[in-house]
Nanobody, 122 residues
Framework: EVQLVESGGGLVQAGGSLRLSCAAS????????IAWFRQAPGKEREGVLC???????QRGDSVEGRFTISSDNAKNTVYLQMDSLKPEDTAIYYC????????????????WGQGTQVTVSS
């Protein structure tokens, strides 16, 4: 059974940083792409960044260079480092996984975590 568990969310002031973690289990990590998405209240879920086990990554249109993605293949964990956070980054952040190439499209992923809340105060 594929499981994705996000952690690391919380409340942070504008300009601060957070690192989210996505711990994956139940599949061969090397065969999958893993991505971060976010969904703000009243808005559609949007892709943030994705990564494959060989280090290839793709960035969503709405995300600037303030966010970076990395993976620790030995721990089956993908990280989202978020710096210089802004109030508009407030959202629930989800990780998702599926076989295949990196994508920041929601429809590319079958497996999703439960999400972690990130709130950035002004």
């Amino acid at each position: 059974e594929v499981q994705l568990v996000e952690s690391g969310g919380g409340l942070v002031q504008a300009g601060g940083s957070l690192r989210l973690s996505c711990a994956a289990s139940g599949f061969i990590f090397d065969d999958y792409a893993i991505a971060w998405f976010r969904q703000a209240p009243g808005k559609e879920r949007e892709g943030v960044l994705c990564i494959t086990s060989d280090g290839r990554s793709q960035r969503g249109d709405s995300v600037e260079g303030r966010f970076t993605i990395s993976s620790d293949n030995a721990k089956n964990t993908v990280y989202l480092q978020m710096d210089s956070l802004k109030p508009e980054d407030t959202a629930i952040y989800y990780c998702a996984a599926d076989q295949g190439r990196c994508s920041v499209l929601v429809r590319a992923y079958r497996y999703w975590g439960q999400g972690t809340q990130v709130t950035v105060s002004s």
